[in-house]
């Protein structure tokens, strides 16, 4: 059975930083393609970073490029991002995804698996 676990989120003050976490087991992780995306309220679902399988290339929205940064251990099965320099903007559910088979995935309908979500909260 595979799981992904999102952990790090919480509330922060603009203009500050966290870092998600995203724990996966089940799979062969080293195969897969992982993302992280995000979701506001009332809002789509939308891709924010990806790190292909052995962790040399990176993707990001133009909306994150220069704050966050995505990387991966595949010893440990984990999927990170770092997110710097929050904007109230950012406020989302923050999701990770795998896709397997895929040299990179920037749609959500490429991923196989999801994580249940952490929410970041990003105050004045």
């Known amino acids: 059975q595979v799981k992904l676990v999102e952990s790090g989120g919480g509330l922060v003050q603009a203009g500050g930083s966290l870092r998600l976490s995203c724990a996966a087991s089940g799979l062969t992780f080293s195969g897969y393609f992982m993302g992280w995306f995000r979701q506001a309220p009332g809002k789509e679902r939308e891709f924010v970073a990806g790190i292909s399988r052995d962790g040399t290339s990176t993707y990001y929205a133009d909306s994150v490029k220069g704050r966050f940064t995505i990387s991966r251990d595949n010893a440990k099965n984990t999927v990170y991002l770092q997110v710097n320099s929050l904007k109230r903007e950012d406020t989302a559910v923050y999701y990770c995804?795998?896709?397997?088979?895929?040299?990179?995935?920037?749609?959500?309908?490429?991923?196989?698996?999801w994580g249940q979500g952490t929410q970041v909260t990003v105050s004045l």
């Open positions: 995804a795998a896709a397997g088979y895929r040299w990179v995935a920037r749609s959500k309908d490429e991923y196989n698996y």
